[in-house]
């Protein structure tokens, strides 16, 4: 089955910029979407089509791919950006069969 | 609006079934598609089924295929999904998600379900 792999866990300062990768075979030809899940909360998108931002969701989170690797990037990360960070994409053999990413545990400290 | 409300969830014997519903409101429920998703405690997110905005086309994670089935009332603006056959890893908050183009743009609070003896 389909797999997205993310790193388990990323730390930054406040202010910096924070960068977290999801790689997956099918990403050159399947956009990847990011969701942030804060503790105890429902999922949230912040990034959607590799690097469309939602109405209400901050600037300095934005989002690329190349080739096998999307990255979501949060610029000049805030305290309040802590949370999970997870991919989404769909299955290159069923239009809308979901997979998600492992998640990225961000800390901002 | 857009707003999602799970119910059903709860405690559950290994082996017993449980049916979980989503009641959709704030638009236009008959022309998405619709997705359930699950978080186990302390785990990463996992898609678990997708249902077309008419039913016509089912998908299912390989962990459930065979004993989870969605389905949805098009007149009642509501998603269900049946779990048979319930496992200890089968416990987890689920999640129903309205699907946009490829990506899911809304989601509700969640429903806890747990298996256990």
């Known amino acids: 089955s389909y797999e997205l792999t993310q790193p388990p866990s990323v730390s930054v300062s406040p202010g910096q910029t924070a960068r977290i990768t999801c790689s997956g075979d099918?990403?050159?030809?399947?956009?990847a979407h990011w969701y942030q899940q804060k503790s105890g909360q429902a999922p949230v998108l912040v990034i959607y089509e590799d690097n469309k931002r939602p109405s209400g969701i901050p600037e300095r989170f934005s989002g690329s791919s190349s080739g096998t690797m999307a990255t979501l990037t949060i610029s000049g990360a805030q305290v309040e950006d802590e949370a999970d960070y997870s991919c989404?994409?769909?299955?290159?053999?069923?239009?809308?069969?979901?997979?998600f990413g492992g998640g990225t545990k961000l800390t901002v400290l | 609006q857009v707003q999602l409300v799970e119910s059903g969830g709860g405690v559950v014997q290994p082996g017993r079934s449980l049916r979980l519903s989503c009641a959709a409101s704030g638009f236009t429920f008959s022309t998405y598609g619709m997705h359930w998703v699950r978080q186990a405690p302390g785990k990463g997110l996992e898609w678990v089924a997708v249902i077309s905005y008419d039913g016509s086309y089912k998908y299912y994670a390989d962990s459930v295929k065979g004993r989870f089935f969605i389905s949805r009332d098009n007149a009642k603006n509501t998603l269900d999904l049946q779990m048979n056959s319930l496992r200890a890893e089968d416990t987890a908050v689920y999640y129903c998600?309205?699907?946009?183009?490829?990506?899911?743009?809304?989601w509700g609070q969640g429903t806890l379900v747990t298996v256990s003896s």
């Open positions: 989404y994409s769909t299955d290159s053999s069923a239009f809308h069969r979901g997979v």
């Open positions: 998600a309205k699907e946009e183009l490829v990506y899911l743009d809304h």
């Open positions: 099918a990403l050159p030809k399947k956009y």
